[in-house]
């Protein structure tokens, strides 16, 4: 097909502005067909731009026959440029912005065609494999148009707050030194130094401390991050953080700051977030909830039941009592009629989830249309029915679970389940944003693997002032200043105040098995900085990302960024991560460089007349070899590199006559 050409032609308007006020002008419009209809006598065409759609349309009987056929030849996704002029609907589109009115053609442009997509726009149910390896198409779609626009919103707001709070911005290195945060490094090898890698930063924590102590104050950086994790719904490969730090602070500052931050944000989606956030230790969070980012939309919490059953026949909940604290027996309760009717089968199903989160069983009471039911019915007194119903604060029908056994255990069974459940009843308001600050957390984990106490957070976060001694005595009971803010169920972000002094610096490497010397060669320019007068100082990072999604309404970070990868960490539309060719690597030093230079010259020498026996040729030969293998490079007649393959890298001839490599 002949394509028209763009020429000079201009928009007078954005598609999705067009109203009712604007009937009769003429209007020039530019986009994308997203269908054509054949009515009987009029033929639509529905064009598409950023701003969104509006509908042309032609009268077979009236219209000029040339634009007539040029109309009928557009298929969808043809690119367009039309004239025509704004039109009251005879019959209105409710649901449509620009629903009102239609544009009466009188010129229309193929700019160009479009071959029949993958897959129809409209439809959700494509898969995501397809989705992304036609991700630019993908892109079309309303809804990822619409996530785009918000995270670029976000993002400018996000800048101008930092702004009008005085914060510089920064770019740190994306080639630098590791920095643990936890996760594998991406590496770059070094070409120009063989055998040295660049890791890709995990966050540029240490760059951002150092720009405190170079006495910038306040520091903001909207900055991509690497980690080599295996990837879940909310986690990518690589990542946008909105990352912070400030000196002289307490960590309420930055909180506060951070809040001011959310208030700002929320109305980009018609949302309201009210500061001060509540705040809540790790402890409690973990008590109450079962989670260190507890969602907080649904107001059920666990309770610890465990001292009820002292006494109790009930073996395995007295045996919890009797362990003095070691286990628990702990419970929570969904009220409501569908919870108090839930059925035995859905009851097993349930009870099979709890076993793959680590349970030995799902002990259940149940309070429905014909009293009490419960797995362990014969042991509930009514004595007992009384007491849980104070402590669990059970009023009328519903379903109490229970979970026996150590802390860890019983929370990771109920804090999941209490999420499970809640959604299951309606009992989580959806339209909600609950944000709170997670504090508290503990210093240092156990890493049973390896053996030695690692940092919870990052090992720059200071210990909580209250527990400084017990960073020798008791490791693992030492709080340490770091705060995570939760929305809705997800970790937004986390950060810390930082020790700024090089002497608990080195006694928080120690207390993590990194002796003086590794600390020295990895870490020493941060002991450096710290005793040239580091100020008191500390900061946070969010996850951009995670942050739109949850603008956004989406439960999965792929949908607000433009290029994601899958879930096995690859780019389906540019096939990302690739094979590289041999050359690359052995630049790289990433193959053995097993390359050699030969020294090759002719020897001539005569032959006896009537030719020689075997064994003398050998002998000539080794001769021949001989003198070429004493010969210096000058003298030999050129040089040849080979690969360890024998291929010719590089060939050079020195002198005399010349060779054909
Ligand atoms: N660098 C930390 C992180 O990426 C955040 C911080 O402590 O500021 O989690």
Not at 149 to 178: M, W
Request: proline residues 4%.
């Amino acid at each position: 097909m002949k394509l028209d050409r763009l020429g000079d032609f201009q928009r007078t308007h954005r598609n999705g502005d067009l109203r009712l006020d604007h009937a009769g002008q003429t209007v020039r419009l530019l986009g994308w067909c997203r269908r054509v209809r054949n009515l009987g006598s009029l033929v639509f065409l529905d064009l598409r731009d950023r701003w969104g759609l509006v509908q042309l349309v032609a009268n077979e009987e009236t219209a000029d026959p040339e634009l007539l056929a040029k109309l009928k030849a557009v298929r969808s996704e043809f690119v367009l440029a039309a004239e025509g002029v704004v039109a009251e609907r005879e019959s209105k589109n409710p649901n449509m912005a620009t629903g009102d009115i239609e544009i009466r053609l009188t010129g229309l442009k193929i700019l160009n065609t479009a071959a029949p997509l993958p897959f129809p726009l409209e439809d959700e149910g494509v898969g995501e494999d397809l989705r992304l390896t036609y991700r630019f198409l993908d892109l079309r779609r309303e809804q990822l148009q619409r996530n785009m626009v918000l995270r670029s919103e976000a993002s400018n707001l996000i800048r101008n707050y930092f702004r009008k709070n005085d914060f510089v911005e920064f770019e740190t290195p994306i080639l630098g030194k590791s920095t643990p945060e936890g996760a594998r490094d991406y590496l770059v090898p070094s070409r120009v130094h063989a055998g040295e890698f660049f890791a890709l930063p995990q966050s540029p924590q240490l760059y951002k401390q150092m720009l405190q102590v170079s006495g910038f104050e306040r520091y903001v950086q909207i900055c991509r991050c690497f980690r080599d994790e295996d990837l879940r719904a909310d986690r990518q490969p690589e990542f946008t953080q909105v990352d912070v730090e400030m000196s002289f602070v307490r960590q309420e500052d930055i909180q506060a700051l951070i809040e001011g931050l959310m208030v700002e944000l929320c109305p980009l989606v018609d949302q309201q977030a009210v500061a001060p956030f509540p705040r809540l230790t790790y402890k409690d969070a973990m008590e109450w909830y079962g989670s260190d980012k507890p969602d907080l939309r649904c107001k059920i919490k666990i309770q610890d039941v465990t001292s009820l059953f002292a006494g109790s026949e009930f073996n395995l909940f007295r045996a919890a009592a009797d362990s003095q604290g070691q286990r628990r027996v702990r419970g929570l309760f969904l009220p409501g009629e569908a919870a108090g009717a839930y059925s035995r089968k859905q009851l097993d199903e349930l009870q099979e989830t709890a076993k793959k989160l680590g349970a030995g069983g799902l002990p259940y009471a149940k309070w429905g249309k014909d009293g009490l039911a419960s797995s362990f019915k014969k042991f509930i007194s009514a004595e007992l029915e009384a007491e849980l119903k104070t402590t669990l604060g059970i009023h009328g029908e519903g379903l109490a679970i229970f979970a026996v056994g150590t802390d860890d255990q019983t929370s990771r069974v109920l804090g999941d389940l209490r999420l499970r459940l809640a959604r299951t009843f309606g009992l989580t308001d959806t339209s909600a944003f609950e944000f709170l600050w997670v504090v508290d957390f503990p210093l240092l984990q156990w890493d049973e693997d390896e053996q030695r106490f690692v940092a919870c957070h990052h090992p720059f976060t200071s210990p909580h002032p209250d527990d400084l001694g017990l960073l020798e005595s008791n490791p693992g009971a030492c709080r340490a200043v770091a705060y995570d803010l939760v929305l809705n169920g997800y970790e937004l972000g986390g950060g810390s105040i930082r020790i700024h002094d090089a002497e608990t610096q080195s006694l928080m490497f120690r207390t993590i098995g990194i002796g003086e010397a590794e600390a020295r060669a990895k870490f020493g320019y941060l002991l450096d900085a710290l005793s040239f007068g580091a100020p008191p100082h500390g900061g946070l990072a969010l996850g951009l990302d995670r942050l739109v999604m949850l603008l956004a309404g989406e439960d999965n970070i792929r949908e607000v960024i433009a290029f994601p990868k899958t879930a096995q960490a690859r780019c389906l539309m540019t096939d990302a991560p690739s094979p590289v060719d041999e050359r690359q690597l052995r630049e790289l030093h990433l193959v053995q460089d097993a390359k050699q230079t030969y020294r090759v010259g002719a020897v001539f020498f005569e032959s006896a007349e009537g030719g020689v026996d075997a064994a003398k040729r050998g002998e000539l030969r080794g001769q021949a070899l001989q003198q070429i293998s004493q010969m210096t490079p000058k003298q030999t007649q050129g040089l040849v590199t080979l690969d360890a393959q024998g291929q010719i890298l590089d060939a050079q001839t020195l002198s005399g006559p010349t060779f054909e490599f």
